[in-house]
């Protein structure tokens, strides 16, 4: 799709209303035949605690979360893995798709990093650079539902 002002994605977070995690995402500009990505735009940094104040639903409900390492980390899918802890509930941000890349450029998708990664767009598709760090201690700690959305498309109000 090409990036414009009317399309964006959705990521969403389990989380204290006012207390989600920051994040970087960059937007996928390239694909090899795989469908790996080969090329990508800037990381965007989505600070902690800039996402909206209010639960997406009330009363908070407890939802289960897939967890692919709950078995011994044998990759081994738990389901249920963890109910939502009081307190907590599903809080949501969208980003337009031409805050990733110049509208009009073809997106393929998103990546999603730790909120302390460094890297270039050249750097971010090779993992064990090192501007990817080994360990994000407490700025990270992102907790992705798998309700997660591909793109949306935007009519009004955003």
């Not at 694909?31 to 997406?56: H, R």
């Not at 939802?63 to 709950?70: E, G, K, P, Q, V």
């Not at 980390?73 to 798709?97: D, E, H, M, Y």
Request: one cysteine or more; glycine letters at 12%.
């Amino acid at each position: 799709m090409e990036a414009s002002d009317r399309t964006g994605f959705v990521v969403l977070e389990r989380g204290a209303p006012n207390g989600h995690d920051g994040f970087g995402i960059a937007a996928i500009t390239k694909v090899n035949s795989s469908g790996k990505p080969i090329s990508y735009g800037s990381v965007v940094k989505i600070p902690a605690n800039s996402w909206g104040k209010v639960p997406l639903v009330t009363p908070i409900p407890q939802t289960y979360f897939l967890n692919n390492i709950a078995d011994g980390a044998t990759g081994n899918a738990k389901n249920p893995a963890l109910t939502v802890p009081a307190g907590q509930t599903l809080g949501g941000i969208v980003i337009k798709t031409s805050e990733l890349i110049s509208p009009g450029q073809t997106i393929y998708g998103y990546s999603i990093f730790g909120p302390d990664v460094t890297c270039s767009s050249t750097e971010l598709v090779n993992v064990n650079n090192p501007c990817f760090p080994d360990q994000t201690r407490t700025e990270g700690g992102i907790d992705l539902p798998s309700v997660n959305l591909g793109a949306v498309k935007l009519t009004s109000g955003v």
